[in-house]
């Protein structure tokens, strides 16, 4: 079955730039997307179609591409960032949907 | 305002049946498609169902096909999650998400706040 393939942990102190990568063979057909959830919470999209960031999400969120890994940065990290975020696709035809194992955003 | 309610979680034991609802408010319901989503507790997201506007198209995770039926009724701007034969493994939290793709599969958002559902003897 198809995989997406996340690191399981990222740190950085606050005001650095975190980079949170996921790779996955379908990725240069399908768009990836990025959630962060907080814990208690439902995951919420911060980043969709590669690159687009939703209404209401900060401008230090980012997304880009490059083959099979696409890779979110979070630059000027706040506390309030400190989350998990999980990567999300769909399988070459579209139809099964994927999640990478998600990366636990630690600030130092 | 946007809002995913859903319901219907609690405990049921091993081999038994379960239907979730999940209650769409703020937008045209009818207009998109939508997912349900489950987390393990401690444990990362599973994408587990796909239903298009209109029901015409349907998607399960091997993990749940042949067990799971997603469903919806757009006069009553509702998502159903019917399942049967429950495993241990099927103990989550199960999300609804809207959907804005028309027949595969695409981002989620906004997501319901979760219901529970737990699978023990």
């Known amino acids: 079955s198809y995989e997406l393939t996340q690191p399981p942990s990222v740190s950085v102190s606050p005001g650095q730039t975190a980079r949170i990568t996921c790779s996955g063979d379908?990725?240069?057909?399908?768009?990836a997307y990025w959630y962060q959830q907080k814990p208690g919470q439902a995951p919420v999209l911060v980043i969709y179609?590669?690159?687009e960031r939703p209404s209401g999400i900060p401008e230090r969120f980012s997304g880009s591409s490059s083959g099979t890994t696409v890779t979110l940065t979070i630059s000027g990290v706040q506390a309030e960032d400190e989350a998990d975020y999980y990567c999300?696709?769909?399988?070459?035809?579209?139809?099964?949907?994927?999640f990478g194992g998600g990366t636990k955003l630690t600030v130092l | 305002e946007v809002q995913l309610v859903e319901s219907g979680g609690g405990l049921v034991q091993p081999g038994g049946s379960l239907r979730l609802s999940c209650a769409a408010s703020?937008?045209?319901?009818?207009?998109?498609?939508m997912n349900w989503v489950r987390q393990a507790p401690g444990k990362g997201l599973e994408w587990v169902s796909y239903?298009?506007?209109?029901?015409?198209?349907?998607y399960y995770a091997d993990s749940v096909k042949g067990r799971f039926t997603i469903s919806r009724d757009n006069a009553k701007n509702s998502l159903y999650l019917q399942m049967n034969s429950l495993r241990d493994e099927d103990t989550a939290v199960y999300y609804c998400?809207?959907?804005?793709?028309?027949?595969?599969?695409?981002?989620?958002?906004?997501w319901g706040q979760g219901t529970l559902v737990t699978v023990s003897s």
């Open positions: 239903i298009s506007s209109s029901s015409s198209t349907i």
């Open positions: 179609k590669d690159s």
């Open positions: 999300q696709s769909a399988d070459s035809s579209g139809t099964r949907g994927v």
């Open positions: 703020g937008f045209t319901f009818s207009s998109y498609s």
């Open positions: 379908a990725l240069p057909k399908q768009y």
């Open positions: 998400a809207r959907d804005p793709g028309m027949a595969t599969i695409n981002w989620f958002d906004p």
